[in-house]
């Protein structure tokens, strides 16, 4: 559950900095370089566009970006790659200041989160919570007060698969066929519905288990707090319910939460996902 949360908190951050990318992007009318610097002095991240940038203007302000890639540049490994991400903003609210997305969309979009022996990750970006801390209080609040500015009326990311290794655990990982969707997403605290659908595959496992997940959302970036209400996930024979809290995303950051199920058959679930061998005779440990 704490990788998947983890997970979900790097994906979100993602479809944070592409859009303040984006919408840095269509208020300057200038080359795709502009999307990349900003997504760089937002995040730390380095963006690759690798392939066309098309721009569409009527019947709705959007961008299409082919072949985008995100790398941290001080790792070798790459972060993440799409095929394909388009956003379409809502133009009179842009001209009036306020950042409203109608649409954002990702396809085939591939994720790694790679954890090193030493605890790090390649996601750890060397020196950007202390930079960001010495900066004081004007600049960090200020920007995210502009990025709580942002709305999204839809969010869709399709066909993804996220590979998730932990060197020192010696564990890893696999979700294909991912697929998000929200409606109304917000970073001001606003509730919004988040809908997730994936298979997952641990080392071992014959085949893949379909996992669902449902939850009612709250995100607050000047707390950096993140709120899982009416929280439901569903890995057969498993209902997993209850309300979850991941509170300083951005320093230190810390899950609490209250989770239940019904009875179900416990050797059954940690034989699907390959934690326990099925030829074991003896009850799972506990």
Do not use: C
């Not at 954890?115 to 950007?128: E, P, R």
């Not at 995210?144 to 655990?169: H, K």
């Not at 379909?210 to 209902?239: E, G, H, Q, Y």
């Amino acid at each position: 559950m704490k990788i998947l949360l983890r997970i979900l908190a790097v994906v979100f951050l993602i479809v944070v900095v592409a859009a303040v990318g984006l919408v840095y992007f269509i208020r300057s009318g200038d080359h795709k370089s502009t999307i990349e610097q900003a997504v760089a002095e937002t995040s730390g991240y380095q963006l690759n566009i690798a392939g066309d940038l098309s721009v569409e203007f009527f019947p709705r302000l959007g961008i299409t970006l082919n072949d985008v890639r995100l790398r941290n540049p001080g790792q070798s490994q790459e972060l993440l790659s799409t095929s394909e991400v388009v956003l379409r903003v809502n133009l009179r609210q842009l001209l009036s200041g306020n950042l409203q997305v109608e649409e954002l969309l990702a396809d085939n979009f591939h994720l790694n989160y790679y954890v090193n022996a030493d605890g790090s990750s390649i996601w750890d970006v060397a020196g950007m919570s202390e930079s960001d801390s010495e900066d004081g209080p004007g600049s960090g609040s200020s920007d995210n007060s502009g990025i709580a500015g942002l709305t999204f009326d839809r969010i869709s990311i399709n066909n993804t698969s996220i590979d998730y290794q932990d060197l020192g655990a010696g564990s890893r990982y696999q979700l294909d066929n991912f697929n998000l969707e929200t409606r109304d997403t917000n970073l001001a605290g606003r509730p919004f519905d988040l809908q997730i659908d994936f298979d997952f595959e641990n080392n071992g496992m014959s085949e893949a288990v379909p996992v669902s997940l449902r939850s009612n959302i709250i995100v607050d970036i000047n707390d950096a707090n993140i709120n899982f209400n009416n929280f439901a996930m569903t890995v057969t024979p498993l209902l997993l319910q209850g309300e979850i809290s991941l509170v300083n995303f951005d320093s230190n950051p810390q899950f609490t939460g209250n989770l239940r199920a019904e009875p179900f058959d416990m050797r059954a679930l940690l034989e699907r996902l390959a934690l326990v061998a099925e030829a074991d005779s003896d009850g799972p440990p506990g």
